[in-house]
């Protein structure tokens, strides 16, 4: 079956199969948070993107290969709930924006924008963007053979960006980031994986980008 990226809390994953990685999307409960079990299809090496919530079923996701790395894209709590047990329990590294990374529960190393995460012969690289909260990240996976794939926490959803709180400052921030880190860099055809709900591409959002500068979230 095709990867559709529709998934609800109870029920099964989504699997996609790339040219380098393996994407898992999951949904959890209780405030229907994505996560994301990245592989690399030739190490099996495996990366886990939020361990939100359920600990118990993102262990059995990842399953006897382990984690080698947890990447929390940031401090809101429904993103980290299940971090400290699947990552005591897994020995992987722990990794966040250090300006997000002292209200998470464990972090064993910081990343800032421009770094690379290695998933076995995968590699993810981190966009900065600020607004939703100040640590906020974006990771950006380019397919050798395909398009990209981008996974964007709570800073981009189909629609519009994350919530800032009516915060203007903020919301100016996060889609100034937005539109001139993604949306100006990354042709539409780019896939992107929120952190919460359904997928989509870069494309089908851009028309947007005017209407949603406007009215101020």
């Not at 894209?73 to 047990?85: I, K, N």
């Not at 995968?122 to 906020?136: A, D, F, K, M, N």
């Not at 993604?182 to 851009?206: I, M, N, Q, V």
Request: aromatic fraction near 6%; proline fraction near 6%.
């Amino acid at each position: 079956m095709s990867y559709s990226g529709d998934v609800t809390v109870g029920g099964p994953p989504d699997t996609r199969e790339l040219t380098t990685l393996t994407i898992t999307k999951v949904a959890v409960g209780p405030m229907d948070n994505n996560a994301y079990l990245l592989r690399c299809r030739r190490t099996g090496e495996q990366l886990l993107i939020d361990a939100a919530n359920e600990a118990p079923r993102l262990l059995e996701l990842a399953g006897p290969a382990g984690l080698a790395t947890v990447v929390t894209t940031h401090q809101h709590m429904d993103h980290w709930v299940a971090l400290e047990e699947v990552v005591t329990t897994t020995g992987a590294a722990s990794l966040a924006h250090p300006a997000d990374a002292d209200g998470l529960p464990l972090v064993t190393a910081t990343v800032a924008d421009g770094d690379r995460i290695t998933v076995g012969d995968g590699e993810l690289e981190v966009v900065h963007l600020v607004g939703h909260t100040p640590g906020s990240i974006a990771l950006l996976h380019r397919d050798p053979d395909g398009v990209a794939h981008l996974f964007t926490g709570d800073s981009l959803f189909p629609g519009g960006v994350g919530n800032t709180r009516g915060d203007q400052r903020d919301f100016t921030s996060l889609i100034d980031d937005v539109e001139h880190k993604l949306f100006d860099r990354l042709p539409d055809d780019t896939w992107f994986y929120p952190g919460h709900g359904r997928d989509s591409t870069l494309g089908a959002e851009r028309p947007a980008l005017p209407a949603w500068r406007a009215r101020g979230w």
